[in-house]
């Protein structure tokens, strides 16, 4: 990809209070959370969905979420926002 704005855009590692803030503005899926099997199937689905709708128009992020500098898990974030114009 060399547009930095579409595909899977890769960020530095986020604490909690960075997460909380990123919230706001994005839906968050956590890969320990997804293992664990704590999301529903409808949640995947929606997130899946929304995730596939973002991904060539304005991208989605990957980033590892740290607690006192140990990597805790990987999560992927999706804008929050309805895209207009996708094709």
Do not use: A, W
């Not at 994005?26 to 293992?35: A, C, G, N, T």
């Not at 929606?46 to 709708?53: D, G, M, V």
Request: aromatic fraction near 8%.
């Amino acid at each position: 990809m060399n547009d930095n704005n579409i595909g899977i855009k890769f960020r530095k590692e986020i604490d909690e209070i960075e997460l909380k803030n990123m919230e706001l503005n994005y839906d968050i899926l956590s890969i320990m959370k997804m293992k664990n099997k704590e999301y529903s199937n409808k949640f995947l689905e929606e997130f899946i969905t929304k995730s596939q709708e973002h991904l060539y128009i304005d991208g989605i992020i990957s980033c590892p979420y740290t607690e006192k500098d140990v990597i805790k898990d990987i999560l992927i974030l999706v804008p929050k926002n309805e895209l207009i114009n996708t094709i």
